[in-house]
């Protein structure tokens, strides 16, 4: 079984539809991370957690907004989805306490369309 | 914005061939990776070289580091058709929490 899932794979939606993503996983690790990637311009950071009462906004934020359920949970949310939010979005973990190196694990992604 | 600058953006070359990218970043590093991301997939994590090293091997990987130059290059030597991906540098600053930064990727076909 993977390490990090993600839910749902695909996903279509229309304008102003609450969107909820989420992710899981089974490495133990602190550390969870949701990217977005368009094409072209490699991941871009939205949200990341360092453990389940730390939650911290990345370069992306506006439009988005997370919840960490618990060490193994982080779900990412589009409260209003808009067309540009459109993109393939990635989470990830880490685990730096135990490396001293910040090597991520990334999920197989979610890609979403916005209409 | 980005940290990590790639170069080429796209790559194609034959079987058996070397490919080599590039990654320019802009700021002090405490280490650089490269992660392999095929076609829709997540990415996996490659390589790492640390600020002091200079030189790194991982089987056909080879990661050279110009702390000077602020750039790094990843070689992969007698390609195979299956090293066809998209390749990411991704740097680790001296930031709290030590944060990544992805490069846009060098998108590498390797015809066979």
């Known amino acids: 079984d993977a390490d990090v899932t993600q839910t749902p794979r695909n996903r279509i939606t229309k304008t102003g539809k609450r969107i909820m993503l989420e992710c899981s996983q089974t490495?133990?690790?602190?550390?969870m991370y949701w990217y977005r990637q368009d094409p072209g311009l490699g991941l871009r950071l939205i949200y990341y957690?360092?453990?389940?009462?730390?939650?911290n906004k990345g370069e992306i934020s506006d439009g988005y907004s997370v919840s960490r359920q618990a060490q193994a949970k982080f779900s990412l949310s589009l409260e209003s989805a808009i067309p540009n939010q459109t993109a393939l979005y990635f989470c990830?973990?880490?685990?730096?306490?135990?490396?001293?190196?910040?090597?991520?694990?990334f999920g197989p992604g979610t890609r979403l369309t916005v209409l | 914005s980005q940290q990590g600058e790639e170069d080429p953006q796209a790559l194609s070359i034959q079987e058996g061939e070397n490919a080599t990218m590039n990654c320019s970043y802009k700021t002090s590093i405490n280490n650089l990776q490269w992660y392999r991301q095929n076609s829709g997939r997540g990415l996996v994590h490659l390589i790492l070289?640390?600020?002091?090293?200079r030189e790194k091997h991982s089987g056909r990987l080879r990661v050279t580091l110009d702390t000077s130059k602020k750039s790094s290059s990843l070689l992969i030597t007698a390609s195979r058709a299956a090293d066809t991906a998209s390749y990411f540098c991704?740097?680790?600053?001296?930031?709290?929490?030590?944060?990544?930064?992805f490069g846009g990727g060098t998108r590498l076909m390797v015809k066979p």
């Open positions: 070289i640390r600020s002091n090293e």
């Open positions: 991704a740097t680790e600053g001296y930031n709290a929490g030590n944060m990544l930064t």
């Open positions: 957690s360092f453990d389940v009462k730390d939650i």
């Open positions: 990830a973990t880490s685990d730096v306490g135990s490396l001293s190196y910040n090597e991520q694990f």
């Open positions: 490495k133990g690790h602190d550390r």
